[in-house]
């Protein structure tokens, strides 16, 4: 499982500008935290830090026993469809792609046919979220793209899902759904899950918050903590 | 890895746009199809339709107008040969056989020619006998006339008799109906040349012609004969000799097209490419969110490849069927203008073309995309 999460400085932008400055945070395997913070706070930088999609100037990012700073690039493609679900705020789904086909998606990379018992997998997952599994995804309502969207983090049993603002472009009530999903599939399933949100509602439901500060733009000094 | 899936829910939602570069290829293919399948068998059909005239002696003149008016029946006026010609040519060693060629008269736009009943009857008969009287006739596969009607062939050529109406006073009779030979002399009316030579002139003409053909014995007796008679008033000549300088012609106007044909291809080629690139920029972020999912690079460039692979492929299928339906068309058009039978169908050329336009239009169909490999996924998933 995955320990030891160090996030000591992330800065993804050439000028200057501190996004984030975290001395340090760990998660246990298996647990569920929330991050959050005001837009602008760099809540999606540090995620995509996290995710591995982005890459700090200083500082390290340890998974487990792997450290994503570390890894040639085609490493960190595998170590993401084979550890990661990711949940973004637009859901990012694939039009023309039915709800099972986009769920079924992460298999294709690495395989030409999908065995039964995957395709059992996502389509009792795409059940769990109550979406049509044949309709396709551009038909379906933005609550049911989100749960979509959640299916496909989870169909691999991924160690870890992060979710960026995943209730953030949806109603209140359907909001709530989405993310009673999320944390419950997650901890069915034990995957460490890690959420950025500026809902303090969502935030509260987990049983841990780190929260960013407000963005200082132009401050460059190189050690300014702001976490305690 | 399989993208299929994806590529063809990405086909799916911009289905006019494909539908149009599919039909842009497959017009262009078609068009460079049928140009160099036609002229190929133009070529053929005419070295076919010569083929019977091993060596052709004439008056003194135009080579070429020889040859076109003796093989391919295109009317002219030739200067006839002296009647002692045909008696010196038919006691010559090496002829094994001749046959004087008269295209003189026309019947319903139908050309009258006399010759011998041999060489008449070469094709074969489909129905009927060969003539063997100076008032029968024997016709052309195509000459819609029928067995027993008896007909007055009228002065001078068809094109001539828009102006000049003037219907000869002997009758001939149908007696046979030939084979088709797919050369012009199925649309024509062959009759004995005595025929001919009774209603032209009389004696003054009698034992002349326009043309004969010759069967030389050997190749070597070929060669002398020409020799020999390209003195005193006489030119004899294979047509080959003529062809060959038609079919370079020919051949340039078919390298230009051919050219003008791989160009536009190209040109198309690039267009999808750049298709491609316009298609790409509207899909940025989806290759944002493969590559975020973790997709390997080779499953990010293959969603890209395998549509534009697809499209040229499938343009190029198109493109070659309609080729073929078109060639049906053109082939009917070539025919009825020439009289020749030009079947013309896709060979080893074409086929050539069309496998080294779909090979360089999909190895080139992945490129754009290899860019997008090397973005950083954060820019790529906001935009």
Same mark, same amino acid.
Do not use: E, H, M
């Given at each position: 499982m995955l320990r030891d999460l160090h996030v000591e400085f992330a800065d993804a932008n050439r000028a200057p500008r501190i996004v984030l400055d975290i001395p340090a945070l760990e998660i246990a395997g298996g647990g569920q935290l929330a991050i959050c913070g005001p837009s602008g706070s760099g809540k999606t930088t540090l995620l995509n830090v996290l995710a591995g999609i982005e890459h700090p100037r200083r500082g390290m990012v340890r998974w487990g026993g792997v450290e994503l700073g570390a890894i040639r690039p085609r490493a960190a493609d595998r170590w993401r469809r084979e550890t990661l679900g990711l949940v973004f705020q637009q859901f990012h789904l694939f039009p023309g792609l039915s709800a099972l086909d986009n769920v079924l998606l992460p298999f294709r990379f690495d395989r030409f046919a999908i065995d039964s018992a995957n395709r059992d997998r996502a389509s009792d997952l795409l059940e769990r979220v109550s979406v049509p599994a044949t309709r396709r995804v551009e038909r379906l309502s933005r609550g049911e793209m989100q749960r979509v969207a959640v299916a496909r983090a989870l169909v691999k049993a991924p160690a870890v899902v992060l979710a960026d603002e995943?209730?953030?472009?949806?109603d209140r009530d359907t909001g709530v759904v989405v993310a009673d999903l999320l944390l419950r599939m997650c901890r069915e399933q034990h995957a460490t899950l890690v959420v950025v949100t500026h809902d303090a509602t969502l935030a509260d439901r987990f049983d841990r918050q780190f929260a960013l500060a407000t963005p200082r733009p132009w401050r460059t000094a190189a050690n300014a903590p702001v976490m305690p | 890895m399989n993208p299929i899936p994806l590529v063809v829910a990405e086909m799916r939602r911009n289905p006019l746009g494909c539908t149009a570069v599919v039909a842009l290829i497959a017009l262009t293919t078609a068009c460079g199809v049928v140009v160099s399948a036609q002229e190929r068998a133009l070529r053929a059909a005419s070295t076919h339709a010569a083929e019977r005239f091993d060596l052709i002696v004439g008056a003194a003149g135009s080579p070429t107008q020889l040859v076109l008016t003796t093989?391919?029946?295109?009317p002219a006026q030739l200067d006839l040969l002296r009647a002692d010609t045909l008696r010196q040519l038919a006691d010559e %060693?090496?002829?094994k056989s001749l046959a004087p060629v008269a295209l003189a008269d026309s019947y319903r736009g139908y050309a009258v020619v006399g010759t011998t009943a041999s060489f008449a009857g070469a094709p074969g008969l489909a129905d009927g006998r060969i003539f063997n009287h100076p008032d029968e006739a024997v016709v052309g596969a195509d000459a819609q006339l029928r067995l027993g009607e008896t007909f007055h062939p009228i002065h001078g050529t068809a094109a001539e008799n828009v102006i000049e109406n003037h219907q000869h006073a002997y009758g001939l009779t149908v007696v046979g109906r030939l084979e088709r030979?797919?050369?012009?002399?199925?649309h024509a009316i062959l009759v004995p040349i005595e025929a001919l030579w009774t209603m032209h002139g009389?004696?003054?003409?009698?034992?002349?012609? %326009?043309a004969i053909v010759v069967k030389p014995r050997t190749v070597a007796d070929a060669y002398e004969l020409r020799t020999k008679y390209r003195a005193g008033g006489t030119v004899a000549l294979f047509p080959a000799e003529v062809l060959l300088p038609l079919y370079s012609l020919l051949g340039d106007v078919r390298a230009m097209l051919g050219g003008m044909a791989v160009a536009f291809e190209v040109l198309l080629i690039f267009a999808v490419l750049l298709v491609i690139v316009a298609v790409l920029a509207g899909r940025k972020h989806g290759i944002g969110v493969l590559r975020a999912l973790g997709a390997p690079p080779a499953f990010v460039v293959s969603t890209v490849w395998l549509e534009g692979a697809l499209l040229i492929g499938l343009g190029i299928a198109t493109g070659t069927l309609l080729g073929v339906a078109l060639l049906q068309g053109t082939s009917a058009y070539v025919s009825s203008r020439t009289g020749l039978s030009v079947g013309a169908s896709l060979g080893a050329p074409e086929f050539g073309l069309l496998a080294a336009l779909f090979v360089g239009g999909s190895l080139l169909a992945?490129?754009?995309?290899?860019p997008l490999l090397w973005k950083p996924i954060a820019g790529l998933l906001r935009s």
């Open positions: 995943p209730t953030a472009s949806l | 093989v391919y029946l295109q %060693p090496g002829v030979s797919g050369t012009p002399w199925d009389g004696d003054a003409n009698s034992g002349r012609a %326009p992945g490129l754009p995309s290899l």
